[in-house]
C-alpha cells in the first residue's frame, strides 16, 4: 500500500518554513541562524543558515543524528548561548539571555536532592517571589497532574527515573513558560518507561497546551510524539526537511501510515548523510 507521500513543509534550504499548523500565529521564528565555535585546534560550524517558524501551542520535534547540532539549536533558543549569525524571536521579541518566558528540561533530572518533591517543583517559583501559599497551590496542582500524588514529601533518591522526569517537567510548567523546550529528556529511561513517558507527556501537553520545542535522535518518538519534524543533517546542521505529521492520536507505532512515514523519513535521513548531501 504506497499512499502518497508524506506533507512536505519545507525543502532542502529550510525555505518555505513558515507553513506551521498551529492556529494560534507564529510564536517563535528562527532567522538565519549560524554557530560557530571557536576552539584550540579551529572552528566548528555547528549550525549553518538555519530557518524555521513555530506555531502557538505546536508540538514540534527537532531530529537528527548525534552532533548536528540540534542540542545547540535548543541552547540557543533558550538564551544559553549566543548565535554567530541571524537571530531567533519569540512572540516578537529577541532573545538575548534566558528569561521567564521559556522553560528547560534536560535529559538529566536536575533535582536537588536536598529538597522534597513540592520543594523541587517549587524552586522556580521560590526564585521569583512568589508566596509560600501560591507556590503549594501550584506544586500540589501539579503533582496530581504529574501522577505524582503520594510522593510530595519524597526526597529524588526514593524516585525512579520516570518519575524523577516527572518532577522536572512538573518544575518546568510550574513557572507557567510560553515555550516548553526539551532536550532528548527520557533519553536515559528503559523503552517500557520511555514510552509511558511519551504518553504522559501528550496528555499534559493537552492540558496546557505550551508551545514545545522536543529534541530527539529516534524517528519512533518524534513521529509518536509531534505535530510537525524538522529533520537536521549531520554538521554542519541544516534543516534538510520537514514533515506535518497528520496521523491521529493515539498513534500506533505499527500502524501503515506510522511505519510509511518512518520509512521515508529514514530514506531522507540516509540521503542527507551521502557525500554528496554534504557538499
Known amino acids: 500500500m504506497g499512499g502518497l507521500p508524506p506533507k512536505r513543509v519545507v525543502g532542502p ?3 518555505g518554513v513558515n507553513d506551521y499548523p498551529g492556529s494560534g500565529g507564529e510564536k517563535v521564528a528562527i532567522r538565519n541562524l549560524t554557530k560557530i565555535f571557536e576552539g584550540d585546534h579551529g572552528t566548528v560550524t555547528a549550525l549553518d543558515n538555519v530557518s524555521a517558524s ?11 543524528p548525534s552532533g548536528c547540532g540540534k542540542t545547540t539549536l535548543l541552547r540557543l533558543l533558550g538564551g544559553l548561548e549566543q548565535p554567530t549569525g541571524g537571530e531567533i524571536t519569540i512572540g516578537g521579541n529577541a532573545v538575548v539571555a534566558p528569561g521567564p518566558d521559556r522553560a528547560f528540561v534536560f535529559q538529566e533530572y536536575a533535582l536537588f536532592p536536598w529538597k522534597t518533591v513540592l520543594e523541587n517543583i517549587e524552586f522556580g517559583l521560590h526564585a521569583r517571589g512568589v508566596s509560600e501559599e501560591q507556590r503549594r497551590e501550584v506544586s ?32 518546568a510548567l510550574a513557572v507557567d513558560p510560553e515555550v516548553l523546550l526539551m532536550d532528548e ?17 501528550l496528555r499534559v501537553w493537552e492540558i496546557y497546551h505550551k508551545t514545545l520545542i522536543f529534541v530527539t535522535h529516534s524517528i519512533d518518538e518524534a513521529l509518536y510524539l509531534a505535530d510537525r519534524i524538522l529533520m537536521m543533517s549531520p554538521r554542519p546542521g541544516r534543516i534538510v526537511e520537514a514533515f506535518q505529521v497528520e496521523i491521529p492520536r493515539p498513534r500506533s507505532l505499527t500502524g501503515v501510515e506510522f511505519m510509511r512515514l518512518k520509512a521515508h523519513m529514514l530514506e531522507v535521513l540516509a540521503a542527507s548523510e551521502t557525500p554528496a548531501a554534504a557538499d
Open 54 to 64: 513555530i506555531g502557538e501551542g505546536e508540538f514540534l520535534c527537532i531530529l537528527g
Open 140 to 171: 500540589v496542582k501539579l503533582v496530581d497532574v504529574m501522577g505524582l500524588k503520594g510522593f510530595d514529601n519524597a526526597y529524588p533518591y526514593a524516585l525512579s527515573g520516570g518519575m524523577q522526569q516527572r518532577v522536572s517537567i512538573a518544575r
Open 185 to 201: 529528556p527520557f533519553g536515559a529511561l528503559d523503552a517500557q518507561t520511555r514510552f509511558a513517558m511519551q504518553r504522559e507527556l
Open 13 to 15: 534550504e529550510g525555505r
